[in-house]
């Protein structure tokens, strides 16, 4: 599994960048896809996620109106559009799959991460 953010940048509040992670080594089209973000010293914050078909999406509550996750199929690439940028939006962030492993009871999880795209929003 392979997944290569990009699109980062510093930026002033108020504007916006848009996200890319280049997914590959996997089942790309039947996985649900997650961005996380994280500031050095707390803990990680799920963004945004999308279903494998693209037809449902969760927001965090502070990105609500001002994020948009979205994915191509064809292209093994999910998206995360942002605008209206505020400083509170500086981090890290990670493009996120969840691979599972064994069946029934035994069913487990096994997150894979890219190695993340800064994100800086400052005047």
């Known amino acids: 599994v392979q997944l290569v953010e990009s699109g980062g940048g510093l930026v002033q509040p108020g504007g916006s960048l848009r996200l890319s992670c280049a997914a590959s080594?996997?089942?790309?089209?039947?996985?649900?896809m997650n961005w996380y973000r994280q500031v050095l010293g707390k803990e990680r914050e799920l963004v945004a996620n999308?279903?494998?078909?693209?037809?449902?999406?969760y927001y965090e509550d502070s990105v609500k109106g001002r994020f948009t996750i979205s994915r191509d199929n064809s292209e093994n690439t999910v998206y995360l559009q942002m605008n209206d940028l505020r400083p509170e939006d500086t981090a890290v962030y990670l493009c996120?799959?969840?691979?599972?492993?064994?069946?029934?009871?035994?069913?487990?999880?096994?997150?894979?991460w890219g190695q993340g795209t800064q994100v800086r929003v400052s005047s």
């Open positions: 996120n799959v969840r691979r599972y492993r064994g069946e029934g009871k035994n069913l487990y999880g096994v997150d894979f």
């Open positions: 080594g996997f089942a790309f089209s039947r996985n649900t």
């Open positions: 999308i279903t494998a078909s693209g037809d449902s999406s």
